[in-house]
């Protein structure tokens, strides 16, 4: 193995099935059905979808959700919108975490 | 890759045939004002290949023999042949329901400027190329101010009555994806179009249709170019949905080439496929009971008509 990620490791994604396939048809259904257009359309699920791939730094899911938005109708404008999103709060939940760190300091300073 | 051939034959098509002749599909010629990125054709300004006045007077006489109901026009640019005008109006005589696939920026060539009105007076059904509302994408696959120029021929076209409520002018869009991926839902991607065009640039149309990029001409040298071609097949072979089969448009259209030959659709005329030995194999030697129900003559690029929702020159070919 050249690298910890493999582009072709996505399409393998089903292997995962060969040990408890029960808990891996579960996943999918569910996985399917959060994905299915309900209250909201598939273009702003694989626009949160991108985002979160980007909180959680999926490469997998980046490549997934990239394809995924545009094969939704979505464009690089939106794409890049969702991913300062996901910038945005984890800044901000960096930045408000600051708070505990007062609330530590002031615990143990005079 | 199971070829598609097999993979029909497992489905219970061990031929795969025609069930009847709605439409014929004319290509006048591979001259375009434009050379998209996309083109299966590779057609462009310096393409030689023109359909000839004798091979439009055949294409009338079959039409008016037979009586094709739709007589399916495109290119090229199909407004460039000389003969263009003239073979409108003669299938208009007939009572032909015409359409004409459309790229936009044709209308504003010097000497192309009647079009607009043409097309009404002959109640020309419009498939119009526009593959994004947004200019950036569309001007990096059809060339630099492709966009501006289409938003300008597509408000001539609402200004002669296009797009609005007479059912007669019709003005359909036509999506296909920038890339290697499929193209979208197609009622959600209309509803996007409308608000987008109408709110920005105060434009109307009917239907947006959407096409996916058949894997052969420029846009296979992009995925050959691009490392893309073996995942694009992989996509479209998995994506296979046997419920696209039966729409199918080889099944119910015939196309002619610009020199007279006939196909069984213009991708297999793309590549140079011509219909099975034992057809007859020109306009001149049409035969609608021989035609009619064909064996259509298939090959990998197939898997581009039967993926997900399908895809036609009428849009999907299957319900989400």
Not at chain 1, 35 to 50: D, F, P, Y
Not at chain 2, 237 to 259: E, H, K, Q, Y
Request: charged fraction near 25%; glycine fraction near 8%.
């Amino acid at each position: 193995m050249s690298h910890y990620y493999e582009e072709d490791d996505l399409e393998r994604f089903p292997e995962i099935g060969k040990y408890r396939p029960d808990l891996y048809d579960i996943f999918m259904n569910y996985y399917q059905g959060v994905m299915s257009a309900g209250a909201l359309t598939t273009r702003e699920k694989a626009l949160i979808a991108l985002a979160v791939a980007h909180a959680v730094q999926c490469p997998y899911c980046i490549d997934a959700y990239t394809r995924g938005s545009l094969e939704a109708g979505s464009n690089l404008e939106e794409m890049t919108e969702a991913i300062h999103v996901a910038a945005a709060i984890r800044g901000g939940a960096t930045l408000v975490h600051g708070i505990q760190v007062h609330n530590a300091a002031a615990k143990i300073t005079m | 890759m199971l070829p598609f051939a097999r993979k029909l034959e497992d489905l219970g098509y061990p031929d795969l045939k025609a069930d009847r002749i709605n439409i014929l599909q004319v290509n006048l010629g591979w001259r375009c004002n434009q050379a998209c990125k996309h083109c299966h054709l590779l057609a462009g300004p310096q393409r030689p290949e023109q359909m000839a006045r004798d091979t439009i007077e055949e294409i009338i006489r079959v039409v008016k023999r037979w009586s094709i109901p739709t007589v399916d026009l495109t290119g090229g640019a199909p407004e460039l042949n000389p003969h263009y005008e003239y073979l409108v109006e003669r299938l208009d005589q007939l009572g032909t329901h015409i359409l004409t696939r459309c790229n936009l920026t044709i209308l504003l060539e010097p000497g192309k400027e009647h079009l607009p009105e043409f097309f009404r007076d002959h109640r020309v059904e419009l498939v119009c190329s526009l593959p994004y509302y947004q200019e950036d994408l569309v001007d990096r696959l059809r060339g630099a101010g492709v966009f501006q120029k289409s938003l300008d021929a597509l408000r001539r076209l609402n200004r002669v009555g296009y797009g609005e409520a007479d059912p007669d002018l019709k003005l359909n869009l036509m999506y296909n994806p920038a890339g290697a991926y499929l193209p979208p839902e197609e009622a959600a991607l209309e509803a996007v179009y409308r608000r987008e065009l109408a709110e920005r640039h105060q434009i109307r149309f009917h239907r947006l249709l959407t096409l996916l990029n058949m894997p052969i001409g420029r846009f296979k040298e992009f995925l050959e170019r691009s490392k893309n071609y073996e995942r694009y097949m992989g996509k479209l072979v998995s994506g296979f949905n046997p419920a696209t089969v039966a729409g199918l448009m080889c099944r119910s259209l015939i196309s002619v080439a610009w020199d007279g030959r006939l196909f069984d659709c213009d991708f297999n005329q793309a590549l140079d496929l011509p219909l099975l030995p034992g057809l007859p194999q020109t306009i001149r030697e049409f035969d609608p009971e021989a035609l009619a129900t064909r064996p259509i003559r298939l090959g990998d690029h197939c898997y581009g008509c039967t993926a997900g929702l399908g895809s036609s020159c009428g849009g999907k070919l299957a319900e989400g």
